[in-house]
T-cell receptor, first 112, second 114 residues
Framework: NAGVTQTPKFQVLKTGQSMTLQCAQD?????MSWYRQDPGMGLRLIHY???????DQGEVPNGYNVSRSTTEDFPLRLLSAAPSQTSVYFC???????????FGQGTRLTVV | AQSVAQPEDQVNVAEGNPLTVKCTYS??????LFWYVQYPNRGLQFLLK??????LVKGSYGFEAEFNKSQTSFHLKKPSALVSDSALYFC????????????FGSGTRLQVQP
């Protein structure tokens, strides 16, 4: 079992560029989420999904898009990167409400 | 809406002493509570959870946590701290009726001195 796999691990973007952060899980989990981690602010929810074809916004969704066409994959798209999106991004999945979330190793994104 | 508060940015404790990392929460419905640990440049690792039942839950690496419904708290504890426990600790919550994504606190850095 690979668990939750995020790619890439590191990325540098120029302002205005777009990119997709990939997240895949092989545990057949219905719930998947994207968070960003900034110093002193914990993990803030960007978008989440409770199953294929179902997504919803979290606390900081602006500038990001998601889709969930399969149970396994939950990519996060940055439409036009801004320096404020410099952060560490984590993808997580869980089986249901009362089960713990499993996290990927993170993507460290720098926007210059 | 659901929220988590971790009132201490940092907790310092000497090796061998007991440690407590505080967490309070707010949810609609019944809470599902979790503690995670993060080591430098790593993802989050699950420590323990409270779903229902006994208010004292035990988890990995000798950690335990006490659920207190009246105080809406879920403090993390360990009887005897190790230097290797030094890390960033996050409390998280979701409820049985609300949003199904986890909501995290801002994190508490635990520093255990030799």
């Amino acid at each position: 079992n690979a668990g939750v796999t995020q790619t890439p691990k590191f990325q540098v973007l120029k302002t205005g560029q777009s990119m997709t952060l990939q997240c895949a899980q092989d545990m057949n989990h219905e719930y998947m989420s994207w968070y960003r981690q900034d110093p002193g602010m914990g993990l803030r929810l960007i978008h989440y999904s409770v199953g294929a074809g179902i997504t919803d916004q979290g606390e900081v969704p602006n500038g990001y898009n998601v889709s969930r066409s399969t149970t396994e994959d939950f990519p996060l798209r940055l439409l036009s990167a801004a320096p404020s999106q410099t952060s560490v991004y984590f993808c997580a999945s869980s089986y249901r409400r009362d089960r713990e979330g499993f996290f990927g190793q993170g993507t460290r994104l720098t926007v210059v | 809406a659901q929220s988590v508060a971790q009132p201490e940015d940092q907790v310092n404790v000497a090796e061998g002493n007991p440690l407590t990392v505080k967490c309070t929460y707010s949810v609609s419905g019944n809470p599902y509570l979790f503690w995670y640990v993060q080591y430098p440049n790593r993802g989050l690792q699950f420590l323990l959870k409270y779903i229902t039942g006994d208010n004292l839950v035990k988890g990995s690496y000798g950690f335990e946590a006490e659920f207190n419904k009246s105080q809406t708290s879920f403090h993390l504890k360990k009887p005897s701290a190790l230097v290797s426990d030094s890390a960033l600790y996050f409390c998280a919550v979701r409820s049985d009726t609300g949003r199904r994504a986890l909501t995290f606190g801002s994190g508490t850095r635990l520093q255990v001195q030799p």
